[in-house]
T-cell receptor, first 111, second 115 residues
Framework: GENVEQHPSTLSVQEGDSAVIKCTYS??????FPWYKQELGKRPQLIID?????GEKKDQRIAVTLNKTAKHFSLHITETQPEDSAVYFC??????????FGAGTTVTVRA | ETGVTQSPTHLIKTRGQQVTLRCSSQ?????VSWYQQALGQGPQFIFQ???????GRGNFPPRFSGLQFPNYSSELNVNALELDDSALYLC??????????????FGAGTRLSVL
């Protein structure tokens, strides 16, 4: 089955700096890669996703890049703000079916 | 548009007991997926229900079972509870078919503690 590895497990950044989280996946057939943000005690919320037919997608301060050859994808958050502090999960799936999640990255934005 | 709701929010059981968790899917959605999230880990896929049938299963034993009802709500049942079943159980609903992108929207989860 699909195996997703996520790094780093924790990330502390100064407010205004950028944050980058990287994930690798094992199944070359995977074609859908969402990112979820989970604040303490709350539901995972989809923040951005990318499909295998594109290499990059951007939504305001958040961007995701995908390298199908290397089987890795990354989340980039620019101009970080305190409200960006949360746990971020990457996931991979085939045809939007079951999501295989990474272990999560705890992001702390220091004011 | 109503979101995904789960009940109860918290539950305490003892080893060997049985538990039923409930999920109401988001309005307009027809598919429910269940995930187990152990503390400090990412969610693990348990199974998915589509048109009241199990549509795929992760690496969980048969004592994990489910149902989907005609209104697309769903139940997760766990028999013979073990200490390792202590986790946050998340359900996610999505729309499958008709060209929909099957984006999964999560509920807030049920925190199960097995003593």
């Amino acid at each position: 089955g699909e195996n997703v590895e996520q790094h780093p497990s924790t990330l502390s950044v100064q407010e205004g700096d950028s944050a980058v989280i990287k994930c690798t996946y094992s199944d070359s057939a995977s074609n859908y890669f969402p990112w979820y943000k989970q604040e303490l005690g709350k539901r995972p919320q989809l923040i951005i996703d990318i499909r295998s037919n594109v290499g990059e997608k951007k939504d305001q301060r958040i961007a995701v890049t995908l390298n199908k050859t290397a089987k890795h994808f990354s989340l980039h958050i620019t101009e970080t703000q305190p409200e960006d502090s949360a746990v971020y999960f990457c996931a991979a799936s085939l045809n939007d079916y079951k999501l295989s999640f990474g272990a999560g990255t705890t992001v702390t934005v220091r004011a | 548009e109503t979101g995904v709701t789960q009940s109860p929010t918290h539950l305490i059981k003892t080893r060997g007991q049985q538990v039923t968790l409930r999920c109401s899917s988001q309005s307009g959605h027809n598919t429910v997926s269940w995930y187990q999230q152990a503390l400090g880990q990412g969610p693990q896929f348990i199974f998915q229900y589509y048109r009241e049938e199990e549509n795929g299963r992760g690496n969980f034993p048969p004592r994990f079972s489910g149902l989907q009802f005609p209104n697309y709500s769903s139940e997760l049942n766990v028999n013979a509870l073990e200490l390792d079943d202590s986790a946050l159980y998340l359900c996610a609903s999505s729309l499958v078919g008709g060209g929909a992108k099957n984006i999964q929207y999560f509920g807030a989860g049920t925190r199960l503690s097995v003593l």
